[in-house]
Nanobody, 115 residues
Framework: QVQLVESGGGLVHPGGSLRLSCTTS????????MGWYRQAPGSERELVAA???????NYADSVKGRFTISREDAKNTVYLQMNSLKPEDTAVYSC?????????WGQGTQVTVSS
């Protein structure tokens, strides 16, 4: 089993920045894939950014050039740096990890972009 602990999120003005963190209870090297999804009201959950096997990264087209996913292996932590935030980035952001064919989710953190 994998526990995911998230931090970050909050309210920010358009054009601002936020950083989300997700720490896994297992060694990050044992995780097949790990990243962030988001779900806005009335919308389906969508991939934002993720590491997959071999440390490859995958980004949603809507965040390319603005968001950066990174990892700190010694802390078993993945970060999502979000810059140039837009109102349409408003959503609940959830950390996701795939471990031994099971998918695990964090509790979710609200990101609100509003003036």
């Amino acid at each position: 089993q994998v526990q995911l602990v998230e931090s970050g999120g909050g309210l920010v003005h358009p054009g601002g920045s936020l950083r989300l963190s997700c720490t896994t209870s297992r060694s990050i090297f044992s995780i097949y894939a790990m990243g962030w999804y988001r779900q806005a009201p009335g919308s389906e959950r969508e991939l934002v950014a993720a590491f997959t096997s071999g440390s490859r990264t995958n980004y949603a087209d809507s965040v390319k050039g603005r968001f950066t996913i990174s990892r700190e292996d010694a802390k078993n932590t993945v970060y999502l740096q979000m810059n140039s935030l837009k109102p349409e980035d408003t959503a609940v952001y959830s950390c996701n990890a795939v471990y031994r064919d099971y998918t695990y989710w964090g509790q979710g953190t609200q990101v609100t972009v509003s003036s």
